[in-house]
């Protein structure tokens, strides 16, 4: 999230696409029903079912699976032909008068450079025009043709709301309606917030959904306002905690990169790294990406880094290819490239696609580990339970060893929410039999790892027993020990820049923030952005101070956000271009003509003058892009593709299947289905009474959702002759599942092309371990690619069939 | 002695800490098959828990709680295309959400989900009709309960129910339905199931409190074009303790057959109220009357004949709102 949780009590227009707030964070959800009570705030939900949010929406239109860059980029040409566009902000604070290289362009649903040999683009032609001067060119008149916002024009001029009825099915009547709604949001004073999930990530485009939502709120001129931003709200408990601290299989904590292969030094490393500001006087903080790379190294190996050493640089690991994400993993596990595989709160038998492929790959291990608090179904894959796992036991050799671990409730620690609040938590239970916590488990591993290291080496040993581990019990570090390191401390006086004979903080000390950070070697932080989560005065995170002065949700002395404490991201931007907020009702800081200041922690030096320092700091530029620079790999914006699976062609061209440059691996492409075999397009979601594949093994929530089923119209059930209750099979090109058929006027065809396209729905919750009735994942429906940038499944359209089951009476 | 406060709404958060209880028996104002009733020398003020349906997400928080605080054990059932789980009321699940899709006349799709259980009617129908002695009672705060230890399971609660509530255990041989949370409003909590809800759709608090907020609400939907939104306190029983927020106030029944206008059966109130003298056939129950004309000369104390009776009564008893939903 930009903003935070509270924060969207704030909001004047709330709009779920994407996800479905309520139904899987009702939780949360409830700041929007304090929005709509305070503040009147309407609520808006796009979606293929008319879902739990959208019973108490205030306007709802339905969407063909995979089609939400087209409606977003339509919304986006509306407002832009009806002038519902925030122009101080844009010009001022977007990349929209930035002048782009004359040899960019986009054609037939493809940009300039494209290889379909390598399915890779050449970004070359996707720069900005660079002066003389080292600065990016602009024109602030946007007459110049190749400025960001004509290209943006042109780029939009084909999603015409005839376009998106056509592609995504979305009534134009409904459609213009929201457009509307939407557009009145660009009013300096109107904010809209963008609540999305896993609705937009699990496309083989997430990524450009989402950049197609941020786009529409720059447009409008939402982002940095209270009550208004992207927010992201996350699927598991401290997934933001674990993405924060490195869970992508290419990122170190704190979003900073593991090197590749051919950085061979460190120097090599930086070279490509703390953008140089595009413009003078720009602040581009990630300049003092070497303090945080540092301090990092620094937490890693302690005394045993050292500048002659390059902080221990040669001891990380390098990346021979872009990443070894999950997907990558589990097709090398099934091609037999894996020998151990440590599985440690993650069930990937149930959640990751195509099962038969899973259930290979785990076959194909020498040993699995898994840590999990509950019997998983990943950790029994060679049980045979009929028809719900059907596998052969005596052809599976992979060993399995189940570590028993802790839950939440059993041991201490912080989880990180959506808004990126840190709140510690304490042990409120003592766990069950053998269970340990994680925590303990690597220990004994590392200890005994090192053990062998050490006494009989090895090759590369130096990681492993360079390693700091300065805790009081080497077998279990405490959540207060790791919490310390994770915030940082100084090693030796950390000197004032300004005034070198200052000494700011003394050796041993905490750190109080990431200013604090050098990189010298006289501070060590594990994970640089959550420096201030432990620092002198104590564990911040474990603040419960609910005072909220300014009563925008700020709630500053209430555990601790990433960065600095801060709870709304980008927050210079909530100010016009003097410093005052373009909306006073909404005040976050203000520049009080010395400093900002207000009810969060600016997003910007506070001593920044109004119109020295562009907003955005973190991009070299200062602004927020429409204009995407070197980070997407499918594209500076995002272009209307269908999924892999898909009942009809891209319009804009109909050879091209899926996105242009995701990954396919080799195999997975002849488990692509057709539309002539399998005509219904499937989408998968999670229900209000499950928590993933936890709750089913509790019998309360197994009660409230005894049994695995999926939804259907009732004009598909007619077609297909089934009733509500009855009993269906649903298959994909690459497996099959039984379930329950619940019959619903909730799902209605769309007409795309001429023609009904029907949505099959189907949760997640069920599969052959707990309380609840035996039954299936969506995963063994869905196909074996991600996102194109970062490789989240394509689990939210694909392609099914449906027929009624007889017989066989559900176990 | 000092009685702990009276319960404040769920919205401000009722206190944690252990309160003195302020439900005690002798706030009892009824009881069943009881010819005088108590006259305690105290009334508590009036409370109420409004649900209001506009605000609800259908989340089950509700059931969730109920089952956990009551400590029951609802069957895991199989689905049978719906969404209510269990199907119904059972005498271990006392609340239950009931989701009803709806077309308006704009053409506008709605899926209106209600939470059913106990209204708490001021003027019980259950209570009438029971027969055992203090096994339903009703304190001066509004709040109708089931007491197990005096119940007989007979059953006619169900059928003098107007909204089709108590569920009798198979097993247990008693009468069981939502309590309000009696022991938990008795140290000044509200109701388990207002303080899990996640949207505020239930909050719990006075009457008149409740019936204020309700007003916003109105207020509040009203201004985004639910015109005949409303509150839900039917007159027919005395008002109730337990309240609704509708949309659509002039439609009671879109919300899984929730009564239009409930009252309590005519053969409840012939049985207990002044025209007890009618003669039953004339109501309708000619095959039970017999065994039932015994209990009009006296406090309904129930003989084994009438518990046959009274089985085939409820057997016959008219199916109630949400059967089938």
Redesign the interface.
Known sequence: MTNSWTDIKNTDLVVIMGGNA??AH??G??WV?EA??KR?AKLIVVDPR?T?????A?Y?APIRPGTDIAWLMGVIRWCIENDKVQWDYVKNYTNATYLVNEDFGWEDGLFTGYDPETRNYDQSSWEYQIGEDGFVRTDPTLQDPHCVWNLLKAHVDVYTPEFVENVCGTPKDRYLKICEMIGETSAPDKVMTSMYALGWTQHSKGSQNIRGMAMLQLLLGNIGLAGGGMNALRGHSNIQGLTDVGLMSNLIPGYLAIPRESETDYATYMSTRGNKPLFPNQMSYLQNYGKFMVSFMKAMWGDKATAENGWGYDWLPKLDIAQYDALRMFDMMANGQVNLYFCQGFNPLLAFPNRAKMTEAFGKLKLLVVMDPLETETAAFWENHGIYNDVDPAQIQTEVLELPTTCFAEDDGATVNSGRWLQWHWKGATPPGEAKTDTWIMANVFQRLRKLYAEEGGKAPEPILNLAWDYADPEEPTAEELARELNGRAIGPVHDPADPAKVLVEPGKQLSGFGQLRDDGSTMAGCWIYTGCWTEDGNMMARRDNSDPGDMGTFQNWSFSWPANRRVLYNRASCDLSGKPWDPTRKLIEWDGQKWAGFDVPDIAVTAKPGEVGPFIMTPEGTGRFFSRRLMRDGPFPSHMEPFESPVENPLNPAMRGNPVARMFEGDLAQLGDRSEFPFVATSYRL??HFHYWTKHN???????????VEISEELAAERGI????RVRVWSKRGQVWA???????IRPLICDGKPVHVVGIPIHWGFKG???KGFGSNTLGPFVGDANIETPEFKAYLVNIERAEGEV?A | MTTASEPTTAIANPPVEALESNLLPSDVVRISATRSPPQPDRQLTKVAKLIDV????????C??AC??WNDT???????????E??HDLTPEMYTLMRFT?Y?NPEG??????RKDGCMHCEDPGCLKACPAPGAIVQYSNGIVDFISENCIGCGYCVTGCPFNVPRIHKTAHVAKKCTLCSDRVAVGQGPACAKAC????IVFGTKEEMTAHAEE?IA?LK??GYENAGLYDPPGVGGTHVMYVLHHADQPALYAGLPEDPKIAPVVEGWKGPAKTVGLAAIGLAAVGAALHGLFGRANVVEPSDETAAEKLVKSGTSGPGEGA
């Not at chain 1, 739990?52 to 108490?56: F, L, M, P, T």
């Not at chain 2, 054990?73 to 969404?83: C, D, I, K, R, S």
């Not at chain 2, 996640?198 to 759709?201: G, I, V, Y």
Request: aromatic share 10%; hydrophobic share 35%; glycine share 4%.
């Open positions: 309520a139904e009702p939780c959800f409830k029903t709509k009570a009147g008319f739990r949010s959208a019973s108490v205030d709802y209000t009474e019998r309360v929530n197994a009660v409230l959702q005894p049994e695995f089923f009733a509500k209750g009855d329950k058929a619940l019959v619903t006027r909730r309380a609840a009735r559900m | 506009s605000k609800c997400i259908g989340c089950k928080a059931q969730s089952i956990e054990h609802p069957e895991l059932e199989a689905n049978v295309g719906l969404y789980n269990p899709e077309e506008d799709f709605e899926w209106l989900i996640p949207t505020q759709a609400r509040d201004s985004r």
